[in-house]
């Protein structure tokens, strides 16, 4: 015999910041209907309602009047979409026949397709066992020195991932590249921190990361099994898988000594940049910097436009240095530094342009010259 069909009560804002959580995380365009669903499961008091795209997942509980319990597969899109637009202070969800859902707020009826719940891929299972205390303000300072210099490009598995590692007990290293540009953030930890090796977080599940970490967190428990990261804030869970492959050897390239030092104004700099590369090459953004005594002269010429030229003091009194550089890198690194003062690092025209920060000596970054 039947059971009664699944039917919940919902207040509407819980229902929406719930399903907000999903957003990010489902599939917008994908080959697999299910991923483009949430699953929402009721039991006790609680809505569960879950996403995922197979690399990222993430749960969320949230509390309901539950009427009949059940669980069902739901467009993640149009059921936060209804939730948004809503003026209703609760919503009510019945479960009907053939997986159509009957959506009741205020004056407003919805009936929604979903999905047979079972369709929906497992959660990982996680224990306490693996579990890591890290500094919640570290880590999401760490995040933003270091995720801009991730590559967006799908094809360099390797690279498209933040690299997280222990280099110490107590101490956290993460590292980025896209093979032009790196950056480098170390922060200690208040716990001991054991990790065997560094593992490779997918750049979808740091931003995601990031957005769950608040300014008022002390401690972020993240436990790591097998190829599956988990992090719990709250009623909001999150799973990231690792992704699979090597992240390159970065030591080399910091090893490289540098003895050319120029001390400029950021806030000059980063104007200057910002004016000059008005006229830079869209393909490549690349800027000339011409370094002499006391003096920094930034280009950009454009065959199709033309050319923009600026000087600039610098602190500065080595050998006449020209190198050229992408503007956006430069402009992405000077926008998470601290410092009034910015100190470029030079060798000559081919190798990398390192920046530092004096007000936060766990931070380097280095961007590869370019052929102008």
């Excluded at 270091?146 to 094809?155: G, H, I, P, R, Y």
């Excluded at 910091?254 to 806030?267: N, P, R, T, V, Y």
Aim: glycine share 6%; net charge negative; aromatic share 4%.
């Amino acid at each position: 015999m039947k059971g009664k069909p699944m039917e919940i009560k919902i207040a509407r804002d819980d229902l929406k910041e719930g399903l907000h959580w999903t957003q990010n995380v489902v599939e917008k365009k994908t080959t697999k209907p299910i991923l483009s669903n949430a699953l929402l499961e009721c039991s006790g008091s609680k809505l569960k309602i879950s996403a995922t795209d197979l690399e990222v997942g993430v749960t969320v509980e949230v509390p309901a009047q539950v009427e009949s319990e059940g669980k069902v597969a739901v467009p993640a899109r149009s059921l936060y979409d209804i939730a948004r637009e809503s003026t209703a202070d609760s919503i009510t969800i019945r479960h009907s026949e053939d997986h159509w859902l009957e959506i009741i707020a205020g004056a407003s009826k919805f009936k929604v397709v979903g999905l047979s719940a079972e369709e929906f891929p497992t959660m990982p299972k996680m224990s306490e066992k693996n579990l890591l205390s890290l500094d919640a303000p570290a880590i999401k300072a760490m995040i933003v020195k270091t995720l801009f210099a991730v590559s967006t490009d799908e094809t360099k598995s390797g690279l498209n991932g933040l690299f997280l590692e222990v280099p110490a007990e107590k101490k956290l290293r993460m590292v980025a590249t896209d093979g032009h540009r790196l950056s480098w953030a170390e922060r200690p930890m208040s716990h001991a921190v054991s990790l065997s090796k560094g593992v490779l977080l997918p750049r979808k599940g740091v931003l995601e990361l990031q957005k769950l970490i608040q300014e008022e967190d002390g401690i972020l428990p993240l436990a790591i099994e097998g190829r599956n990261v988990m992090v719990q804030r709250g009623p909001v869970t999150l799973f990231i898988r690792l992704i699979e492959g090597d992240f390159p050897d970065y030591r080399q390239i910091m090893e490289i000594k540098h003895d050319q030092i120029a001390l400029l104004s950021k806030q000059a700099f980063v104007g200057a940049l910002r004016r000059v590369s008005l006229l830079s090459q869209e393909q490549n953004r690349g800027v000339r910097l011409t370094f002499n005594s006391g003096q920094l002269e930034l280009l950009c010429s454009n065959p199709d436009l033309g050319e923009a030229r600026e000087e600039l003091e610098c602190q500065y009194k080595g050998k006449h240095l020209q190198i050229g550089l992408n503007c956006r890198y430069l402009l992405d690194i000077l926008s998470v530094l601290e410092d009034e003062t910015v100190k470029l690092e030079l060798k000559d025209e081919i190798s990398p342009c390192v920046i530092r920060s004096e007000a936060d000596k766990g931070f380097f970054s280095l961007t590869m010259p370019m052929r102008l």
